[in-house]
């Protein structure tokens, strides 16, 4: 079992509905990133947070520490979402730069 | 401000080949990061470079992987000889401050046949 799994793999979505993805892991973690991964391959940081919650935009990430659960919502959501998202983690006893992956939720939207 | 940039974007070699990748990361970032992602997998660590020196290598697979980062600007990845599992996606990625947001190349495609 990975130490971070996220759910669903795969959501296809109408274009304006509101999407949520979830993140669980298993290991005590000094922070959480979502990042953003593109068809073209790129990948892009879209949050780091160790508690509470962050907004930019359309985008909300929250995060329970107790619960190790993290979530990413996508309000109004557009075809230009359509990308895989993935959660990452930082060991609270690892080394700074090393960031354990979930395998990713592919989001695809319809206009 | 360029970003993280990676060389080359693809590669295709045969198996026993060496290859070497590049990566530069964003100006003035001390920390670099690689990664890779192997088909159908996620992506794992597989090293931590401050300026020159190797911070953390403790995901890097085997010896036939080595990374090099003199000067402490850009960084290599050689793997020789390449096997089959080798092929994937190697991600560089840098931050000014190690644990802080990195930011991500755009990866290249290493296929070994």
């Known amino acids: 079992k990975n130490e971070v799994e996220q759910s669903p793999q795969n959501l296809t979505a109408q274009e304006g509905e509101f999407i949520t993805i979830n993140c669980s892991y298993s290991v005590g973690i000094s922070a959480l990133h979502w990042l953003q991964q593109h068809p073209g391959g790129g990948i892009v940081s879209l949050f780091m947070l160790s508690s509470g919650k962050k907004k930019h935009g359309r985008l909300i990430a929250t995060i329970n520490i107790q619960e190790k659960h993290s979530s990413l919502h996508i309000t109004a959501s557009h075809p230009r979402d359509s990308a895989v998202y993935i959660c990452?983690?930082?060991?609270?006893?690892?080394?700074?730069?090393?960031?354990?992956f979930g395998k990713g939720t592919k989001l695809s939207v319809k206009p | 401000e360029a970003g993280v940039t990676q060389f080359p974007s693809h590669s295709v070699i045969e198996k026993g080949q060496t290859v070497t990748l590049r990566c530069d990361p964003i100006?003035?970032?001390?920390?670099l990061y690689w990664y890779r992602r192997v088909m159908g997998k996620e992506i794992k660590f597989l090293l931590h470079f401050v300026k020159e020196s190797k911070q953390d290598e403790s995901g890097m697979p085997n010896n036939r992987f080595l990374a090099e980062r003199t000067g402490g600007t850009y960084s290599t990845l050689k793997v020789q000889p390449a096997e089959l599992e080798d092929s994937g996606v190697y991600f560089c990625?840098?931050?000014?401050?190690?644990?802080?947001?990195?930011?991500f190349g755009p990866g290249t495609r290493l296929l070994v046949l």
């Open positions: 100006s003035g970032h001390d920390n």
């Open positions: 990452a983690v930082r060991d609270y006893g690892g080394s700074q730069g090393n960031l354990i």
């Open positions: 990625a840098s931050s000014q401050v190690p644990g802080e947001t990195q930011y």
